[in-house]
């Protein structure tokens, strides 16, 4: 709940302090004046400045104040040099009442800078009170705990929801959002409905204020989608990354995994152990333990050449034979790294070709759609000369061959884009599976001719010499063993990882499997009914004539905002019910709130809702219809040009309204009391 008490602006010159000082009250409130530069606005565009809501009037600080603020004030004939200014705001919220200040012009002291007196605006002075200072319009000022619109969330026991940004993140529903839905701001606030609603960052911020005011279930449900979405996404980016990494590091290794699933599923204990990883057609464990036999059966070598001539003679001609076998095989998978090479450029240089035509014959459909609006004969396929049939090509007729129309040829170089497009990144694939594989060959032909090189300095060496084979065998088998473990190693760790997310994977379905199969709750339901309800008997009490039948109108169930046959209605309406439509909805969110426990804080705010020369007798069931409203504060500032006008305020009880008449100037001299 919100309830503006008094508002107070002090401008200091050097001839004394001006200003204004006024109270208002419960239910209706009017600011009138009869000239529409008396300062009558400048005094509501306090209210919002006090507040931090200025970028409903279209920006930050002082500079959507107006001069008298920052540069001179009139006093008569005299014009004062502006020395200081700020403005005063008390507000209650049914339980507390605190006094804000915040400085318009000031030496030393940043307009950023709110100070909140935890008392009425009276007694700001007394020895006692407790003053806090804060901040607005600063990063985190909604967030923490010293930033104003934090606090002034929790005052007025608002509990703001995370909602989608624009750049897919969430954030929380400023107020400033929440307000431009009741503060209708002279200048822009009567384009359209919530035209004044600064761009906050926040996706479909319309959207998410309406939910929120009628505190509708599907804001909730929206919340929980959301969530799922990211944990969707971090779940599939994680299992990605981890599928990715055992792959590179397996086939580094030249070893095969088997039984990795490449999306997020719920594994089984089965499908753990059906995890593993192969190696010259072994488990990966099997094969360690060969190397290790391998490894042992060397040791018990006695260690000189004299001992082994004839089996290192054999095992150099095996190594040279293995040499011969993977250079043979690189040589193949080089010439197929070439060839796949070639088919890849081939394939990019006719996508490019495809693309380009797709370009053409769009702007050829599109030409030839201006065409048909601009009723030209040429787009119908007939000569405009002699009103022959025509084709759009240059082909000569055959009289048995189908030409392809443009959209026929748009449709089948489409199709042919995909399957190019399904043909490179195949290809593209067999190319890494290649480039890994030449890696790996160079990397064991490289090993083995190390190998080669210790067997034939074995050979040539004398007798008595520690068998140099020996040594780098067991050293080369050491640290494949080592390589091949460590693998091991981290295969099975990932396999714990794989096994957490798809745990995380099983209740991310539980939960997306648990959301209402409906949209919208019956709760919901019943509310925008309300609302439509409400909105339409507004409509008919003000004098709504655009369209004859008002049952026409809706409320969509997608943005929650009146439309017409799925279009928003102000196309339909004149410049005049726009205007009436705008005080309808307003009220009628006000009213649904009332009456559903919404979370409309009760206070609205009309500058100059007489546009566009509204009759009197409108404004007067404007006025009455407001004033039988319960449980609200409205506060409206209106110019009295005529006595139609003037009329209209006369004719309602004088008790059921508060009228501030604000003079030639609202901002007068204050006597030495009033400062």
Known sequence: M?????VKIQINTSNGSYGYDDTLTDGLNIIASEDNTSGKSSVIAAIYYSLGFEEIIGGKGEKVLTAVYKTAIEDGEDVWPVLESGVYLEIHNGKETITIYRSATMEGRDNRLVTVYHSEMSNIKKSGVVVEDMYVHMPNSAVNVKGFHTFLERFLYIELPLVPAADDGTRKLYLQLIFAAMFIEQKNGWSNIMSGMPFLGIRESKKRVLEFILRLDTLENEKKKDSLRTRDSSIKFQWDTIIKELNILVYREACNPKGLPMFPQILSEEDLSNMFIKKDGVEIEEYIEMLQEQYN???VLKPKIVDNFE???VELNATES???????????????QHSEKSIIDKLTSNLEIIETDIKNNKDAARLR???SELDLMTSKDTCPVCSQPIQDTLIPDSGY???MSIDENIRHLNAQNEMLEFAQNSHKRNMEKIQERIKQLENS?????SMAKSLRNDLYSINENISESIIHKKLQLDAEMNSLQRLSDFFNAQKQKLKDLSNDWKDYLKDKADLPKKKFSDSDEEKIKILRNHFIGSLTQFGYKSIPNLNQIDISMDSYLPVIEGFDMKFDSSASDNIRAIWSFVLSLLETSNEKSGNHPGTLIFDEPAQHSIVSSDVEKFFNHIIKLKNCQVIIGMTIRDSDTRQAINKLPSNSFNLIKVPYKAFKKFSADSE
């Open 445 to 449: 032909i490289l090993s083995l001719r």
């Open 369 to 371: 759609t201006l065409g």
């Open 401 to 403: 061959m189908q030409v």
């Open 297 to 299: 059966n060397l040791t």
């Open 2 to 6: 919100l309830r503006i008490n008094r």
């Open 311 to 313: 089996e290192i003679q």
């Open 322 to 336: 293995s040499i011969q076998e993977f250079e043979r095989e690189l040589y193949r998978n080089r010439s197929l």
